[in-house]
T-cell receptor, first 112, second 113 residues
Framework: KNEVEQSPQNLTAQEGEFITINCSYS?????LHWLQQHPGGGIVSLFM???GKKKHGRLIATINIQEKHSSLHITASHPRDSAVYIC??????????????FGKGTKLSVKP | DVKVTQSSRYLVKRTGEKVFLECVQD?????MFWYRQDPGLGLRLIYF???????EKGDIPEGYSVSREKKERFSLILESASTNQTSMYLC????????????FGDGTRLSIL
């Protein structure tokens, strides 16, 4: 069983829809990261959170530490949101202050 | 803004060649990482370094080595390239200390023929 599980693997939405991507993890973490990867490869960090909720523009990330679950929400989705979204758990032990363990990513396609 | 620069976006090499992938960051970060990304497998850690001349194996170090002679530069070396090392390679850096976001380069798509 993977230590970080994301769902769904693929998601197609119409412009304007509310989108939710889920992430469950089974390891002890110091933080949970949400990353965005556009076609072409570059990865951008969207959020790092260890409790509660964070918001940036139309993006909202939440985490429930007790349930070991995090969600990424996109409100009023737009075709430019089309990308792969990756959840990563930062371990609370080990070298380098905790390496990241990545989910396999959710490929989001938003149609106009 | 943090800049992590990988030397090549695309690279084609032949089996048996020694391949060098270079990564440079401009924010004085202590931690640097090399990942490979494959369809269906996600990102996997090859090696990381938390200081000059220090290196630690990640999850899949076999067939790779690294070098960190200067703080800003972290090199990944494929000693004798094989076709199963065809992949997207991503470098990242982060500061030392409490949890911090990692900053990624644009990636190098490496093909071994």
């Amino acid at each position: 069983k993977n230590e970080v599980e994301q769902s769904p693997q693929n998601l197609t939405a119409q412009e304007g829809e509310f989108i939710t991507i889920n992430c469950s993890y089974s390891v002890g973490i110091s933080a949970l990261h949400w990353l965005q990867q556009h076609p072409g490869g570059g990865i951008v960090s969207l959020f790092m959170l260890s409790s509660g909720k964070k918001k940036h523009g139309r993006l909202i990330a939440t985490i429930n530490i007790q349930e070991k679950h995090s969600s990424l929400h996109i409100t009023a989705s737009h075709p430019r949101d089309s990308a792969v979204y990756i959840c990563a758990a930062q371990l609370n032990y080990g070298g380098s202050q905790g390496n990241l363990i990545f989910g396999k990513g959710t490929k989001l396609s938003v149609k106009p | 803004d943090v800049k992590v620069t990988q030397s090549s976006r695309y690279l084609v090499k032949r089996t048996g060649e020694k391949v060098f992938l270079e990564c440079v960051q401009d924010m004085d970060h202590e931690n640097m990482f090399w990942y490979r990304q494959d369809p269906g497998l996600g990102l996997r850690l090859i090696y990381f370094s938390y200081d000059v001349k220090m290196k630690e194996k990640g999850d899949i170090p076999e067939g790779y080595s690294v070098s960190r002679e200067k703080k800003e530069r972290f090199s990944l070396i494929l000693e004798s390239a094989s076709t199963n090392q065809t992949s997207m390679y991503l470098c990242a850096s982060s500061p030392l200390g409490k949890p911090q976001p990692q900053h990624f380069g644009d990636g190098t798509r490496l093909s071994i023929l």
